[in-house]
């Protein structure tokens, strides 16, 4: 039984109080123990789903995103890995927008996105080497060689197969 479902009992069970009122005793504590047992129900299945869920959105950011700082980046490059990397360094809803887009990129080929979230000089002055004047960036690594890069309008028109962008500049 799902949520929506004990929401429609639990509504019944309040109807079928309010319209019984004239009736005995025995029938108001029966349909008092209907509620009673259907919200709970609702609240223990609400409680299941969000823990639920909420594992599987760790497991899912732990399989296929992983954080990484600017010795990781450069590290990258001079063994010679193929990775693609998301480089953030502005405000935190812009942030979470379009990393749960390439984090649902990365879910759907089965690949590792590398990210680095930071404030500090250090990723801003990345995006700046890159000529990426709107963050986020994402830079994609082959062979050790940068093959390409992108900033957030790039990353929404390249990720516009998995979710709309909303943009909110």
Known sequence: MNTFNC????ILALLFILIDYNRTQKILKRSFIIFVLSF????????KNFIYYSEEIRILNKRY???IDIEDYRRFLEDGTSAVIYIYAGEWEEEENAFSLVRNYAYSEQTKVYFIFSQEMSAKELLNNFQITLP??????????IVQTMNYYEICTW????KTCHITY
């Open 40 to 47: 709970s129900f609702v609240t223990i299945t609400a409680i």
């Open 65 to 67: 995103t992983e954080k």
């Open 136 to 145: 986020p960036g994402i830079v994609f690594i082959e062979g050790g060689e």
């Open 159 to 162: 990720l516009s197969n998995y």
């Open 7 to 10: 929401f429609i009992i639990i």
